[in-house]
């Protein structure tokens, strides 16, 4: 059965105006995606005037083109220039960068675009084996659930910043406050707008992304001339050392296993998938080099769940009509304008569509291998690039691509704040990557808490009676402890050996 | 206000416990946050050429490494890049030159 749709799944997308599509996309999608501050959701908004001229099955084929290929190439400026493209590519930024720091660019490109690769065509297999089965038990998960499972995301963001867990929670709750910003969609109501009428739709994801990664990171580069990127005069070949390989492959295999999981339930997608294979890998890999200062697992780990979420999250956006992040929702609007209504008759009305736009992604992710593997020198060489070309021309790029999502000049303000408070905050020694992550899933934790609580009338014992979220919650709270108790054991061990010196 | 000065404080403390008191730089601050609003201001009022060449001078103000020249050819050369890519390839509806 699984055999004779992806046969006329290739059927679809083997025409040549499909392949076509299919390349433009992948190409145009890492071209833009590469140029630091233009993630994904820019490239697509950018990008998406340009497919109404095809039919609706070859316009979803470039844009989902676009989606995976502007991920790898924010995935590039996350290892190059520690700019991630969106939050998924946050974690990259890690270990990717600071493997490029080392001089080792080159291997932390290969391994991101394997792990894609890998990623991509497992999750593309899995998409086409257990659609229709998931897509009727995604349906069943319920609104308490979801509150759950989110709830673990925060948690696993709290788990894998670097520092002070206290700090990280901190963050977390800034990023869910500041996702309360804008009008109630229940009682109509404003909140904290202060008066300020662009604020009533809340503040915006791009904006916040821009000014507390991109922005703040280059300020708190200048700051530190010592500390500037290092630019290496001669990149190592895309070889790892012995043993990398292993460790990559082993890392790459987790990683898709959890983002092709994550990735089917509807809100969680590749953001959560890359923060919880980091998670994975932070617990399991012992080093050296540990987690954060260039262990090849840090991005192969990530890179492979993004990939492989982003494929499985075309299931509750097809069938579901649910996207998991801002680029599903572009891709839902982009569904919409082309006539095609998801829902979960998408797969019986539109076979062509659904298993032609399953065969061209793994077609695509074979474009972006073949591409990008010969290309890897060539994308290390923007590291050489001296920083003092290269900030001013990125700071442009970011204030282009933002302006010209809404054309909207309070975003801009809005980025300029955020990138002096991000710096500020970094100052302080509080991470920007939790904070991103409760903003984005603000929105949808409430909305999914209001549901279940209306759902239970009010009774918020729902919580831990559910099967399914009694037990997600419980691994949050065990996983959250267990990372503040490790930390107070590692905070006493450091204490000890400081008045030991001073003895 | 009150969650910004504790997390101020809170970030403060710790610092100081740590042995960690970098002062904020206020000079690649200043030219980064002003390159952003210089964008914001200009773009709807001189044109897409004018904001990302000015955006880019003023950004360049927050390193010591850039001479004047280069900041001017390097200002030039992007915003002629740029206006190509996304006026001339992506179609984006900027104003190239100022609105009358």
Redesign the interface.
Known sequence: MALDHLALGFATALTPEHLLACLAGVLLGTLIGVLPGLGPVTTIALLLPFTFSLTPTGAIIMLAGIYYGAQYGGSITAVLVNLPGEASATVTCLDGHAMARQGRAGLALAVAAIGSFVGGTIGTLLLAALAVPLASSAARVEAVDYTALMACGLVAAIVIAQGSVVKAMVMTAAGLALGIVGMDVTTGQPRFTMGIPELVDGIGFMPLAIGLFGLSEIIATLASPGDRLVTPARLDRPWPRPGETKRAAAATLRGTALGSILGVLPGAGPVIASFASYALEKKLTSGPPVLGSGAIEGVAGPESANNASAQTSFVPLLTLGLPSGPVGALLLGALIVHGVQPGPSVIAKEPALFWGLVASMWIGNVMLLVLNLPLVGWWARLAQVPYRFLYPTTVALSCTGLYALNHSTFDLWLAAIFGVVGYLLRTRGFEPAPLLLGFVLSQPIRDNFNRALVFSNGDASTFVTHPLSATLLTIAGVALLMTALQQRGEDGCASHRRSDDTQ | MA?ACS??G???A??RR?G?T?P??L???L???G???T???L??RAG?FA??ML???V??L??R??GAR??VV??VA??TA?AIV?IGL?????ALGPRF
């Open positions: 969650f997390v101020d809170l970030g403060a710790s610092a740590a960690m970098t904020p730089a000079r690649p601050s030219a980064v946050c390159s952003v609003m964008f914001a201001l773009v709807e897409f904001a990302v955006t880019v001078l950004a360049s927050g390193s490494e850039l280069q900041a390097l200002a992007v915003a740029m996304f992506l179609d984006q509806p900027f």
